[in-house]
């Protein structure tokens, strides 16, 4: 009788007591959670845009590679149409600029609220200088400029508005 196994009288093994079976029952639930959480994490990291202010882009601190957001104001006198309907105007937190290019014939017109020295965030990439739109968010009323453009703009100590709201 040397083997370390027990069996029943039948051949068979003996039944998982209440114990080992609520713990198996806990511990796949828990592996089950664990991977949902991961697909969820990973699927998401897509989607999240980062922001970021002029000063940060052109400091090149963390700049990521693939979509991000960059807001502050439109700077007066820099929003030039050209007769293809590409748009390029400047974004700036008075500290430093950064030239947008954004074309309305592939990405649709700019919002009927967008103008020079308001607040505005746009959606895209950076390289050689320049941030290419793809997406252009204007503020939505006369009172309202976005969180993270007030934000930005208190940090270069440019601010001079009421808290956003």
């Given at each position: ?39 969820a ?54 500290v430093?600029?950064?030239k ?11 919002p ?54």
């Amino acid at each position: 009788m040397g083997s370390s196994h027990r069996r029943w009288a039948d051949g068979g093994y003996p039944i998982m007591k209440r114990k080992t079976q609520r713990a198996v029952l806990i511990g796949s639930g828990m592996a089950v959670l664990a991977l949902a959480v991961g697909l969820a994490i990973y699927a998401l990291d897509d989607s999240l845009n980062f922001f970021l202010s002029p000063s940060q882009v052109q400091a090149g601190d963390n700049i990521p590679s693939n979509t991000f957001r960059l807001g502050g104001l439109v700077e007066d006198g820099s929003l030039v149409v050209d007769g293809e309907m590409n748009v390029q105007f400047v974004v700036t937190d008075r500290v430093a600029d950064i030239k947008v290019y954004y074309d309305q014939q592939a990405h649709g017109l700019l919002p009927d609220l967008f103008r020079e020295g308001q607040g505005v965030i746009v959606e895209g990439t950076y390289g050689q200088n320049l941030f290419t739109a793809s997406r252009v968010l204007a503020k939505h009323d006369e009172n309202y400029m976005p969180p993270e453009v007030a934000d930005a703009l208190k940090e270069a100590g440019e601010w001079r508005g009421e808290a956003p709201e």
